[in-house]
């Protein structure tokens, strides 16, 4: 079956542009998550989102980062005004609803901001 | 807190054996998870632990003791597509936390 996909895989941007990347989890997961992962370190947690629940915004790390998801299913991040900071891996997950369930990663999205 | 601790890289020969260790100090951790990563792709689920103890899965297995916030990935009859990247993670509720992952080279 298909897994979690993300597009676009790799995307170069001027400092200041604004981008949206996408995510499109597997089909009857109702949990979705984006991760960011910095060159050598671990995955840094976003947001979650968990069917029509309130998403839990607490790992954004600006107000320059919004996410949304429509319809229960596909998931755009952007981020505006971009930074070379924001340069990274942007990882989408997705899982069933129960808090236990594994998560299934998607291949990422490699921003690269000049 | 929620610090979870591993080490950066670690080397290896095929065919041995190798345990990557991994610590937390953290509240309301109720799952610990190992993902693999290899170089420039997502990662990938191994192992899940929510009991203390260990769970053996072929050629990985996985311990956790949550009074010592401790965990480890056993691998065995290591091969040279082992050389990748593995992840601790903690859950707490719905969210990962993840470590900085431990670099593994394998050598042959």
């Known amino acids: 079956g298909a897994g979690v996909s993300q597009s676009p895989s790799n995307k170069v941007t001027e400092k200041g542009k604004d981008v949206e990347l996408r995510c499109d989890p597997i089909?009857?997961?109702?949990?979705l998550y984006w991760y960011r992962q910095s060159l050598g370190q671990g995955l840094e947690f976003l947001i979650y989102?968990?069917?029509?629940?309130?998403?839990?915004k607490s790992g954004l790390p600006s107000d320059r980062f919004s996410a949304e998801r429509t319809g229960g299913s596909v998931s755009t991040l952007t981020i505006q005004r971009t930074q070379q900071e924001d340069s990274a891996v942007y990882l989408c997950?997705?899982?069933?609803?129960?808090?236990?369930?594994?998560?299934?990663f998607g291949p990422g999205t490699r921003l690269l901001v000049l | 807190g929620q610090n979870i601790d591993q080490p950066t890289e670690m080397t290896a020969t095929e065919g041995a054996i190798v345990q990557i260790n991994c610590t937390y100090q953290?509240?309301?951790?109720?799952?610990l998870f190992w993902y693999q990563q290899h170089a420039g792709e997502a990662p990938t689920f191994l192992s899940y632990?929510?009991?203390?103890g260990l769970e053996e899965k072929g050629r990985f297995s996985s311990f956790l003791s949550r009074s010592k916030g401790y965990s480890y990935l056993l691998l065995k009859e290591l091969q040279m597509k082992d050389s990748a990247s593995y992840l601790c993670?903690?859950?707490?509720?719905?969210?990962?936390?993840f470590g900085s992952g431990t670099r593994l080279l394998v050598r042959p």
């Open positions: 089909s009857g997961h109702t949990a």
């Open positions: 632990n929510v009991l203390d």
């Open positions: 997950a997705s899982s069933f609803r129960l808090p236990r369930e594994t998560q299934y």
């Open positions: 993670a903690g859950q707490s509720s719905y969210k990962l936390i």
């Open positions: 989102f968990q069917g029509n629940s309130a998403p839990d």
């Open positions: 953290t509240s309301g951790f109720n799952g």
